[in-house]
């Protein structure tokens, strides 16, 4: 059977219509709502093809949406880049579980990272974590890693073992900051500090460093899964799970569980 060709409403011949497949394949790239190509798409009567434009409409709103809120996450950060200065952002994860050391992270942003995904890590799924860890590792002009161990909590407290653990992640920069954006907590340090609630949230430095500390401790509690199995360290990261708590009842203590919490101290005196 011979192809048939489209023709106007003059009978000339005019070209084919990609197909919607290739029309998807074609404008995966688009990231601007002034691509020519999406000018193209919107003058393509097809159903489908108004259903894939109006896709990519959502999708770059949710981009733009994005971008404009990591910019606001900012502007703390962007008054010390203007005045030539550096600002470390710092956060800890690791405050309630039962086993396993707090982390902190100290991390030092270039006034040029772009990366709107950088949020509370509590917002991102463990997924969107480890991609963005490697990234912050590449283009944050410093990261460092400070550790309280449980022997350092049992001795101290959790709160004082937490601001000492922030201490050594923001000594241990390679590069010495100006200014610090703190969650919630003061660093016996003398630099000036900015104490935001919920700062992970507020500060991209901050988010960045929540997420560094999140992934770091995960790998190290996954390494402690294997070392002490039975209490599911790998997915409950410490916390107290039923899971952990049947198997500390059913195994015991580690030297990782922190004698001075009260479910593991009650765990040693039965």
């Known amino acids: 059977m011979p192809k048939t060709t489209e023709t106007d409403q003059t009978n000339r011949p005019t070209p084919k219509r990609p197909s919607l497949a290739q ?6 790239d688009v ?14 009567p097809r159903k489908g093809a108004q259903q894939l434009y109006q896709q990519i409409q959502r999708r770059l709103a949710k981009q733009a949406d994005a971008e404009a809120a990591f910019q606001h996450r900012l502007h703390y950060e962007r008054r010390f880049w203007q005045a030539g200065q550096l600002v470390a952002g710092i956060d ?25 995904l950088v949020n509370d890590s509590k917002q991102l799924t463990a997924k969107e974590r480890e991609r963005l860890y490697p990234i912050i590792l590449d283009r944050a002009q410093a990261v460092s890693i400070g550790v309280a161990s449980r022997e350092l909590i049992d001795q101290l407290n959790i709160y004082q073992a937490t601001r000492v653990a922030m201490q050594r992640a923001v000594l241990g920069l390679g590069v010495a900051p100006n200014h610090l954006i703190v969650d919630a907590m003061q660093i016996p340090v003398a630099l000036p500090q900015t104490r935001l609630i919920k700062g992970d949230a507020k500060s991209a430095s901050v988010a960045a460093a929540s997420i560094v500390a999140k992934v770091y401790r995960d790998h190290l509690m996954v390494s402690y899964d294997q070392l002490y199995p039975g209490y599911g ?18 195994l015991g203590v580690t030297p990782i569980h922190r004698r001075s919490f009260a479910p593991v101290r009650q765990i040693m005196s039965d």
């Open 23 to 28: 029309l998807r394949q074609d404008l995966h």
């Open 31 to 44: 990231t601007t709502a002034t691509d020519v190509r999406l000018t193209q798409l919107r003058a393509d």
């Open 92 to 116: 800890e994860v690791g405050r309630g579980p039962l086993a396993g050391p707090v982390i902190t992270s100290a991390v030092i942003l270039p006034p040029d990272f772009d990366v709107p």
């Open 233 to 250: 360290f790998a997915q409950n990261a410490g916390y107290g799970t039923a899971e952990h708590l049947a198997g500390l009842q059913k």
